[in-house]
């Protein structure tokens, strides 16, 4: 059975609204706001849920010399701004265990990226916050593998967790889904999330830098929507190629509203 999950004043699961996750892959202090009252736009138009989405740090970058973020402090504080600003939920990544206590301290929702889904200590921290835990199943684990990650946050206290699908490795230069894991994880009781940018990625494609196909963003998100999932994760952006990181996977801001009616309709047939 589908647990619904609490969110900040959300609650996301079978029989509620879709909840979007979406921002900047990095905060970049021109452009949050834009993303902000574009998304708040979105939300009071359309039947969805919106967390606004922001990291301070791109830790697991594919070059030495690439930008990295703003850093926690200033990341925080412009979350928390955000917060205030819009009434939006924020969530942002974590990557080291001391991290949770101050992110939860300002986020709604912790998100815990792909590369560290197993990483033990991470998980026990970010679910003795008392937050709700997003996390991103890695490109290297079977969905059945994710059910070891629920019961170490539940066995650490945490009852809202959410579990995203975002690609898995094929060996020749891109990711490929398996759409077989969004029905998979949900059988844990828990609700489900599909990256839709993330899994567009083309890893290392740029050489010193990972590309993407933005192009195959929509279907890939349609036929997450359409096998059902509880949420959607997608990094959008004013001017995609500005973006100090993953410009070429994220979805172009101005196209955000029309791509969730078309997927809107999906769902409410699905749901038939």
């Not at 990226?113 to 991103?136: C, E, M, N, W, Y």
């Not at 170490?152 to 094929?170: M, P, V």
């Not at 940018?197 to 349609?222: C, D, F, K, W, Y």
């Amino acid at each position: 059975m589908n647990n619904p999950a609490q969110i900040g004043q959300y609650r996301c699961g079978k029989g509620e609204k879709l909840l979007l996750i979406a921002g900047p892959c990095t905060l970049q202090e021109e452009f949050n706001k834009i993303i902000a009252e574009t998304l708040i736009r979105v939300r009071d138009r359309l039947p969805i849920n919106v967390i606004f989405k922001g990291s301070f740090d791109k830790a697991n970058r594919t070059s030495i010399d690439a930008y990295r973020g703003v850093g926690m402090e200033r990341g925080l504080a412009i979350l928390n701004e955000i917060k205030h600003q819009t009434g939006l939920p924020v969530t942002t990544d974590i990557h080291e265990s001391y991290q949770a206590i101050p992110v939860a301290q300002v986020c709604d929702l912790l998100q815990i990226p792909a590369f560290l889904a197993r990483q033990t200590d991470l998980l026990v921290s970010a679910a003795h916050t008392g937050r709700a835990v997003h996390v991103k199943k890695g490109q290297f684990l079977a969905p059945s593998d994710m059910q070891n990650v629920v019961r170490k946050l539940e066995s650490s206290g945490c009852q809202n967790i959410l579990l995203c699908e975002r690609g898995t490795f094929f060996g020749y230069g891109r990711l490929v889904n398996d759409m077989q894991s969004l029905v998979l994880m949900r059988d844990f009781g828990v609700p489900v999330c599909f990256d839709a940018t993330h899994s567009v990625q083309e890893p290392g494609g740029l050489g010193s830098a990972t590309g993407g196909n933005r192009r195959m963003i929509e279907p890939l998100a349609r036929a997450a929507i359409a096998v059902g999932v509880d949420a959607l994760f997608l990094e959008t952006h004013p001017e995609p190629n500005k973006s100090p990181s993953d410009g070429a996977n994220m979805l172009p801001l101005d196209q955000l509203e029309n791509f969730l009616q078309h997927l809107l309709k999906i769902r409410e047939a699905a749901q038939l």
